[in-house]
């Protein structure tokens, strides 16, 4: 599951990003619950930085 992990943060990063873009309003909620799933998949040490990303 290692390898997996920075293809998961790049994931991570990329919908974060479009979710900040978003204006329409049912893209924004797909947005939001594909991220909850991608945060949820990450190993638990990685929560955290995942959490860090998306505040900054």
Known sequence: ???QSPELLEDLQRYRR???EA???LAVRLLQDIIAK???SLPTEQHDTGMKAHDG
Do not use: S
Request: net charge negative; hydrophobic share 65%; charged share 15%.
């Open 23 to 25: 204006t329409d309003a």
């Open 1 to 3: 599951m290692a390898a």
């Open 18 to 20: 479009l979710h900040a």
């Open 38 to 40: 991608l945060e949820a």
